[in-house]
């Protein structure tokens, strides 16, 4: 596309302000403080862009010596998806863990927790919680993101989590509006539609958000959904019905609305992200999120130019773009009133509530142990039967509890199993759990074996390579780490209620007889 503005005027300033665009390494490019001295009033960080918490701090102490009030935002939801410790695991369960423990002052100091160390870091903006309801066990993308399937429990947590994390002076960004949790499509690679009457809708799926908008949650980020019974012609995004209809004129919000990443194929692949974004902001959205994967100047300099345009060809209010940007702006001011009143994070001491050990309670007081098989006194064989990953964890993020089960059992071994792998590729195969099967077993020679599974429900291939474990050795201890939708299975049941690292250590500990 060509450069149709290069100055600062006005409206190239209000196109840019509306753009949370991301950059690669982990230090701010020439170009990206360029574009803030410009107009650029936010950035997007992700695992990329972060090797430790005092670089964050260096790098976004260097983005604001440019610009004192620019938003620094992340996707640091805590549990799988999780962007400060994205290479070690969270010290976080995530939302499923404390849906499952039910307890509300938990929750919120988790956040609280969570919000503390992001402000540490000069984080200000958490694309975060997720306040779907996963009425659709067999959903590929939010699982264990989300608090559970009962709406009431959804929304009394994410209350809890924005009230938490804001109260750390970090602004919370609730998604995915109107609802991502009765999919079966991950809009990274499509469209979702979900079939649902409008009132199902509302009692369901919006009932988190309402308690979100009550908590003053100070953002909501739309999803790139086709709901129908809303509009039947375009996703949540780009629909005008969906965000200035029902999100700011029926419920009453007034905060900022930003859409999820724009180059999710949803939007991509279907409309193209300069005419995305320019849709996106005439249906009411002021944030234009994206650098998940594009991350380089030219995308800016593509959606400015698109925005722009848009403008001067009539195809866009110029005030509607100027109300979008003030609202960025607005919730800059908003974070940067908010470092000057709390003054520089302190951590609190390892281990205690209030400090980060508060993530380790989270995620004993989440586990549900079944069997009565005692400790291990020997290091096992851990075999991991191990899902694809979806886009929004990665698959760089590392879980299972092989690393904490070696850290109290020494000579720990493990082995990763995949329904690709060698002959279980076809698990509809029958030779081919059998043959996985025993290939683990034989590994594990006469160790202790730790079967650790993942969303064992949505995998058949998983479920049948499980079975021939335990007819062989039923002594097995299974670990279920993600959504828990099957029985309890072995001589010994842990279901941890999310994936991340911290809740490896909690199984480890039953494991191995460690008492937390």
Known sequence: MTTVARGTDTLTRDALAVLQPGFRGTTPPDWLLRRIDEGLTSVGLFGRNVSSPEQVAALTARLRAERADVL???????????????RQGSSFPGNY??????????TRAVAQELGRRLAACGVDLNWAPSADVNSNRDNPVIGVRSFGADPELVARHTAAYVGGLQSA?????????????????DSHHAVPRIDVDTATVRARDLRPFRSAIEAGSKAVMSAHILLPALDPDRPATLSRRILTGLLREELGYDGLIVTDGMEMLAIAETYGIERGSVLAVAAGADAICVGGGLADEATVLRLRDALVAAVRGGDLPEERLADAAARVRALADWTLRERGASG???????????GSGIGLVAARRALRVTGSAGPLTEAPYVAALAPVANIAVGDETPWGVAAELERLLPGTETGSYSGGDGAAA?????????????????????RPVVAVVRDL???????RVLDRMLAVRPDTVVVEMGLNG???????????????????????????????
């Open 72 to 86: 620094v935002a992340i996707d640091e939801e805590g549990g799988d998806v999780t962007r400060l410790e994205t």
């Open 97 to 106: 863990a404390l849906g499952t423990v039910d307890d509300l002052a938990l």
């Open 169 to 185: 002076g970090v602004a919370a960004c609730t998604k995915h509006f109107p609802g991502h949790g009765d999919t079966a499509t």
């Open 344 to 354: 520089p994070a302190a951590a609190g001491p390892e281990g205690s509530p209030s």
């Open 426 to 446: 076809n698990p509809e195969r029958e030779a081919a759990p059998d043959a996985l099967a025993a290939r683990i077993l034989g590994a594990a020679g006469e």
């Open 457 to 463: 429900h949505r995998h058949a291939w998983m479920s």
């Open 486 to 516: 099957a029985g309890p299975r072995g001589a010994l049941h842990i279901a941890t209620h999310g994936a991340a690292r911290v809740c490896g250590r909690a199984a480890a500990e039953v494991i191995a007889g460690h008492g937390g």
